[in-house]
């Protein structure tokens, strides 16, 4: 495997793609739908009576972010599932096989073709993303991690199509597995996720205490309330069913949804004293919507940490705003993500390999 | 004599239950023309996969230019051209950018594969059609600018499967020069190909192969004149001179017709024997010539 056989694919594969026309109305058809998107996810954003106007951006990108991520799982699919077995079709695949270049070379170049291609959808929502900036909230650290990791999930998606289509003989049999290997690392995380909860199910017996008076003096309550809530209050044991998410956390973390979400770098927390002043101004009939608990990126990634962490560090659904310090799920995620694309990229070259001692059954070498 | 050729030794391959290829001996040298005849489901094909680094053989000894092609499959490709029988081009390119990429991908310098590729398109009538998509093309220049990508890097060993179909006289005509400048500048020229007219005006040698296994492997001048009796045809000045003298010496003949006299004869001894003797008895014969080629008839009678 050679940067110059590399590079030679690549580039025969990018020139063919260019020359084929269709990507023009692709990503003209991107390009819209994600404008449209970001102009309605704005003026929502305007609907709601902000305090601080100047985290506006923080839930337009949040869900400009979310929205990009699916709409490119349903691109990226069609770049790479039919590039093996379409060459194979249409007899291109044996007179590459025998040149110098190796079957890493075709395979990486393949899937730098493809993967490259996914990469100039990313570049052209870059607009969008400094408009979000522009309003305000989105730090530059976030919007540089968020675009390397969905870089790297698309990466992943690109070699999961690229090596079904270098497995399977026909290219409508690849590019349906492809949509299917979207639809298992989406809908099939969350799926399994659920089964696998409910499988968690127990009981558990728990006391609840009493508050002390100084946790008590600690909240605010008012010092001539106290005697009555300490006198009112007697610790009981109880029995009740829980379900142990932070056993089966893991069946969700390959979701790229929730790799992205949890790897976006939280926001930082509003300090005691804004909480305070915050508390007062509702008492005083004052609402605001904090655009922060809003982030769409934050509650996502909020949630799935919560549900990793056990109960008894209050753990479990109930703790989805308070979790930012649990730990998190998307090192993971993401980490699974990477790897089974790269053990697809391999099993690509592998299957590109020749000479060939195994034909699938009714497949012609040339 | 340049290079080593190819020498096969007992290939085996099976594709599941089909024994497309029991036994194929084949040896090609370097600067000649080696023809690779047999009926259709032969192993033709599958015997140029091995031998183009694609397929494994399950048995049997292989060189090509001197080199395994399974355990050397990167030396082989260095020194081997492959043109198909089918293949596909890509749409969208045009010839010039094609060849140009074969050069890259054979990892010529750029401006030895651009050169290359203007060279190659001159040569193979394709320089008018260098600058337009390669889909537009005729099967025919198809046909030739497949030959030609298997030419980028001056390769060694030639291996063509069926490179005449399709083609125009013209063309087919051209194919044969071609081949033979290459077998002369030293090249080993393996070319299977049911036109046996052509390979019998190109080839040097030719291997039969008949049900996957080598049923013949001769010079061309030295082909099994064999042991059925063949067609000739006699055309003389006087026609019913012939036909009497035919006749008088009990040669089994059909009617006259304007082309002759055919007679059914075996052996070139008996032709020789017998054209002897009508000069002997005063007819005066312009032609005496075998009808359907000798290799037509060698073929006939190794592949039954
Ligand atoms: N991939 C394959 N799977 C199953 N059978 C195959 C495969 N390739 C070839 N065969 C079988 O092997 C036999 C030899 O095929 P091959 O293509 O080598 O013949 P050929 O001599 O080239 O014939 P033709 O003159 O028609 O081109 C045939 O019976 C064919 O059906
Ligand atoms: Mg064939």
Redesign the interface.
């Known amino acids: 495997m050679t940067r110059q056989g590399i590079a030679t694919v690549a580039q025969q594969e990018f020139r063919i793609r260019i020359r084929a026309g269709r990507w023009r109305w692709l990503l003209a058809a991107w390009f819209a739908v994600l404008l449209l998107v970001t102009v309605l996810l704005k003026l929502s954003v305007d609907q709601v009576d902000a305090g601080d106007a100047t985290n506006k951006g923080v839930v337009v990108y949040g869900g400009l972010t979310l929205l990009v991520l699916g709409l490119a799982l349903l691109v990226v699919p069609t770049l790479a599932a039919q590039s093996v077995n379409g060459d194979r079709e249409r007899g291109t695949l044996a007179t590459l096989q025998v040149t110098r270049l190796s079957a890493g070379d075709i395979a990486v170049g393949k899937l730098a073709a493809a993967w490259g291609t996914s990469l100039v959808f990313l570049a052209l929502t870059l607009p969008l993303v400094a408009y979000c900036m522009v309003l305000g909230g989105v730090p530059f650290g976030r919007v540089v991690v968020v675009s390397l990791v969905l870089a790297l999930l698309l990466g992943t998606v690109a070699s999961l199509a690229l090596c079904l289509s270098a497995l399977l003989a026909r290219t409508t049999t690849s590019g349906v597995l492809a949509y299917l290997t979207v639809f298992a690392l989406t809908l099939g995380t969350l799926i399994s996720f659920g089964l696998g909860t409910a499988l968690t199910q127990e009981s558990y017996t728990a006391t609840s205490s009493c508050p002390t008076a100084a946790e008590l003096e600690q909240q605010g309550v008012p010092a001539q309330d106290r005697p009555s809530i300490l006198a009112g209050c007697t610790s009981s044991t109880f029995t009740a069913t829980r379900s142990r998410t932070d056993r089966v956390w893991w069946l969700l973390a390959p979701n790229p949804f929730v790799v992205l979400a949890d790897a976006a770098p939280q926001l930082p927390t509003e300090t005691v004293a804004q909480a305070r002043a915050r508390t007062a101004q509702e008492a005083r009939g004052i609402h605001r919507t904090n655009l922060r608990d809003a982030d769409p990126l934050g509650v996502l990634g909020r949630s799935v940490r919560g549900l990793r962490t056990p109960p008894s560090e209050g753990g479990g659904l109930v703790s989805v705003v308070t979790g930012s310090s649990h730990r998190p799920v998307w090192p993971w995620g993401l980490g699974f993500d990477v790897v089974l694309g790269g053990a697809a990229l391999w099993l690509t070259a592998r299957r590109l390999r020749t000479p060939t001692r195994d034909l699938p059954r009714g497949q012609r070498v040339a | 004599m340049t290079g080593q050729g190819v020498v096969v030794q007992g290939v085996q391959r099976r594709?599941?239950e089909v024994e497309a290829v029991r036994g194929i001996d084949l040896t090609a040298h370097s600067g000649e023309v080696t023809a690779l005849v047999g009926p259709n489901g032969a192993g033709k094909t599958t015997l140029l996969?091995?031998l183009?680094?694609?397929?494994?053989p399950d048995a049997g000894e292989v060189r090509v230019a001197g080199f395994d092609?399974?355990t050397q499959?990167?030396e082989v490709?260095?020194r081997?051209g492959?043109a198909?029988?089918?293949?596909?081009?890509?749409?969208?390119?045009t010839c010039r950018?094609y060849l140009a990429?074969?050069g890259?991908?054979?990892?010529l310098p750029k401006p030895r594969a651009k050169e290359r590729a203007a060279e190659l398109l001159i040569q193979a009538r394709l320089a008018d059609q260098a600058d337009v998509p390669v889909h537009t093309l005729s099967r025919g220049q198809k046909q030739r600018l497949?030959l030609t990508?298997a030419l980028v890097h001056q390769p060694e060993v030639l291996l063509l499967d069926e490179p005449a179909s399709g083609l125009d006289p013209r063309s087919r005509v051209e194919l044969r020069t071609l081949l033979r400048r290459l077998a002369d500048d030293g090249t080993a020229v393996v070319v299977s190909s049911h036109l046996l007219g052509d390979l019998e005006e190109l080839a040097d040698r030719v291997v039969f192969v008949d049900r996957g296994q080598t049923v013949g492997e001769h010079r061309l001048d030295q082909l099994p004149t064999g042991s059925e009796p063949r067609p000739w045809r006699l055309r003389a000045l006087d026609t019913d001179a012939l036909l009497a003298a035919l006749t008088r010496r009990g040669c089994d003949h059909d009617a006259p017709s304007l082309a002759g006299i055919e007679v059914r004869l075996t052996g070139d001894d008996a032709a020789a024997a017998l054209l002897a003797g009508l000069v002997r008895d005063g007819v005066p014969v312009v032609s005496c010539q075998p009808l359907g080629g000798q290799l037509e008839a060698a073929y006939l009678e190794l592949t039954r």
């Open positions: 594709f599941g996969l091995v183009a680094t694609l397929l494994v092609p399974v499959a990167d490709r260095a081997m492959w198909p029988d089918v293949f596909g081009l890509y749409d969208n390119l950018e990429f074969c890259a991908a054979m990892k497949g990508r």
